[in-house]
């Protein structure tokens, strides 16, 4: 089965430590995202990349790090820098050609 | 700047039909998607119109007018199970990565 996950569902950290949300496609997609969705509002992209070995700012990319050292895999970290980092994180994938951008199931972060 | 209005909630009758509509001021436009998402769930694409114009889709249709800035979602024969979040979403032109600007979704509930 072609898909997208993102594990884990849920995940708890304490406040001030880095935490890293994995993401990966077997869709043999060329661009992933990355989004944020806070209750009651939008998806917001924090991070994208098109092709292996380069990625670009979204419109919220501040407190957070990527690396796209493999075209399955798209990892996101959620730095201490982060000022509010509870939410629901959405990776995404789509061809080149970006008609449709298939989503992972989520992982919802709570840090305490 | 980019922007997305869409309704923040509306509420219809198990049966009936309901017109969700979006309307977007974005600095380029390379076509226009709608989404649903159930709660605490990843959006699953339900249509995407880059031509003005209807598409239809089995009990759902999406239309189109790049002149006004404008979309609707139309859904038919409404079912309990149709009780989400919709959200629209416009690509940006190529050069700008293909990303999607999200909307903050119409949240829906079918009433029996």
């Known amino acids: 089965d072609g898909g997208i996950t993102q594990s884990p569902k849920y995940l708890f950290r304490k406040e001030g430590q880095n935490v890293t949300l994995s993401c990966e496609q077997n869709?043999?997609?060329?661009?992933m995202y990355w989004y944020r969705q806070d209750p009651g509002q939008g998806l917001r992209l924090i991070y994208y990349?098109?092709?292996?070995?380069?990625?670009q700012k979204g419109d919220i990319a501040e407190g957070y790090s990527v690396s796209r050292e493999k075209k399955e895999s798209f990892p996101l970290t959620v730095t201490s820098a982060q000022k509010n980092p509870t939410a629901f994180y959405l990776c995404?994938?789509?061809?080149?050609?970006?008609?449709?951008?298939?989503f992972g199931p989520g992982t919802r972060l709570t840090v305490l | 700047g980019q922007n997305i209005d869409q309704p923040t909630e509306m509420t219809a009758t198990e049966g009936a039909i309901v017109q969700i509509n979006c309307t977007y001021q974005?600095?380029?436009?390379?076509?226009l998607f709608w989404y649903q998402q159930h709660a605490g769930e990843a959006p699953t694409f339900l249509s995407y119109?880059?031509?003005?114009g209807l598409e239809e889709k089995g009990r759902f249709s999406s239309f189109l007018s790049r002149s006004k800035g404008y979309s609707y979602l139309l859904l038919k024969e409404l079912q309990m199970k149709d009780s989400a979040s919709y959200l629209c979403?416009?690509?940006?032109?190529?050069?700008?990565?293909?990303?999607?600007?999200f909307g903050q979704g119409t949240e829906l509930s079918v009433k029996p």
């Open positions: 995404a994938s789509s061809t080149a050609r970006q008609n449709e951008q298939f």
């Open positions: 119109n880059v031509l003005d």
């Open positions: 990349s098109q092709i292996v070995n380069d990625f």
């Open positions: 869709l043999n997609h060329d661009a």
């Open positions: 979403a416009v690509r940006a032109s190529k050069n700008q990565g293909g990303k999607l600007i």
């Open positions: 974005t600095s380029g436009f390379n076509g």
